[in-house]
Nanobody, 128 residues
């Protein structure tokens, strides 16, 4: 059974940092890209960042560029999101997700419908 477990959320003051983790299990995730989405109350789920299998292709939403860094450790089947300079508008439930792309040239997937597997979400709250 495929499972993504995302952890690391919490309450932090504006300007602070958090590191989210997403542990994958249940299958081999080679040639899967992994991404982060977030959903604030009353809003649609939005793309945050995605990384391809090799880690050579990284993409970010404009709202987080320069503040968030995505990475992955394939030996551990784990993906990370380092979030610095957090703002109150970053408050949301953060979800990790995975989709298969066959290790071809990677075109970033930014829509939730493109992803096959999802974590349960972890709450990030940034106080002002």
């Amino acid at each position: 059974q495929v499972q993504l477990v995302d952890t690391g959320g919490g309450l932090v003051q504006a300007g602070g940092s958090l590191r989210l983790s997403c542990a994958a299990s249940g299958r081999t995730f080679s040639c899967y890209a992994m991404g982060w989405f977030r959903q604030a109350p009353g809003k649609e789920r939005e793309f945050v960042s995605v990384i391809n299998w090799s880690g050579g292709s990284l993409h970010y939403a404009d709202s987080v560029k320069g503040r968030f860094t995505i990475s992955r450790d394939n030996a551990k089947n784990t993906m990370y999101l380092q979030m610095n300079s957090l703002r109150p508008e970053d408050t949301a439930v953060y979800y990790c997700a995975a989709h298969w792309y066959g290790c071809a040239y990677y075109i970033p997937a930014t829509e939730p419908a493109q992803y096959e597997y999802w974590g349960q979400g972890t709450q990030v709250t940034v106080s002002s």
